[in-house]
């Protein structure tokens, strides 16, 4: 399994001088599954480059996962290309009823919005509730459970052979205070063991007391909550839009200062591949 982060910044496109290393596409996580599949984390603007590099593969049922419908990590739908494709199958898994998930994304896909239905896309778009329980996408088990964020959001684990990704990109863990211990924590169990936990660090600690409650973790809770769940690689996700790349590298400092695990936590970027168990470079220009 290899993860490729094709957006990491939360809320808001971020373009521009000072944001160029570490890129300025929202959330969007591709993974390439040890059976060939492709799973697709949130559809933020991120997914248009990917769906430029998905038109040179050969043609597999996409399952695109989202946590939830914020614009942020929905924006670049309507510019993925498979969407345009009309021998391409997409499903799609939100937690959300299947009629309440297609109706929500037809008002977002629909004049005067956008200029073209979702109904009237060339590719075969299949909505899905998400199963209660783990379920099978190619070769991995996949599981989704509900997380502190404002409105109905989940995080998900992907699980393919021995290793495993759990994804809560927009978390708030510690809103009430750090509990102390792991009773009732969200999202404990979809970060529990996780080789690599991609998880929201929005704010510097600094920032946060003035936005307890909106759905996002402090750098200093992202890092106690992956120490809490034991997992073993932290990759910080979700930048906010105000913080340039000079923000981030010390926000990637401080959790450095506060991670008490074998390796350090690192900063989303976009481009950035992540293996599992051995190195993975970063994006190559021909993918």
Request: charged content about 20%; some cysteine.
């Amino acid at each position: 399994m290899i993860a490729t982060i094709w957006g990491s910044p939360g809320s808001l496109v971020t373009p521009g001088a000072a944001t160029l290393g570490y890129g300025g596409n929202t959330s969007c996580v591709e993974l390439r599954l040890d059976d060939g599949s492709t799973v697709v984390l949130d559809a933020g603007t991120g997914i248009r480059e990917l769906g430029l590099r998905l038109a040179n593969r050969p043609r597999a049922p996409i399952n695109l996962l989202l946590t939830h419908l914020h614009l942020d990590h929905l924006a670049g739908l309507p510019f993925f290309a498979p969407l345009w494709d009309d021998r391409a199958e997409l499903h799609i898994w939100a937690p959300f009823a299947r009629a309440d998930l297609a109706e929500a994304l037809a008002r977002y896909m629909s004049p005067p919005l956008f200029p073209v239905s979702i109904s009237d896309v060339p590719a075969s778009v299949t909505f899905h509730d998400l199963p209660e329980r783990t379920w099978r996408l190619g070769s991995a088990h996949v599981s989704s459970e509900r997380v502190r964020h404002v409105g109905p959001t989940v995080g998900y684990r992907i699980e393919d052979a021995v290793r495993s990704l759990a994804y809560l990109p927009d978390h708030e863990p510690y809103s009430v205070g750090e509990p102390d211990d792991s009773n009732g924590l969200s999202g404990y169990g979809l970060a529990r063991d996780a080789s690599i936990l991609l998880h929201d660090a929005q704010y510097l600690e600094t920032e946060y007391p003035a936005r307890v409650g909106w759905g996002h973790s402090s750098v200093a809770h992202a890092v106690a909550f992956a120490s809490a769940a034991r997992a073993q690689r932290l990759v910080l996700f979700h930048h906010d839009p105000l913080h340039s790349d000079d923000d981030l590298t010390a926000l990637e400092a401080r959790a450095a200062e506060l991670w008490q695990g074998v390796r350090r936590p690192e900063l989303a970027r976009d481009g950035m591949r992540l293996g599992f168990g051995e190195e993975v470079s970063e994006l190559a220009a021909s993918g």
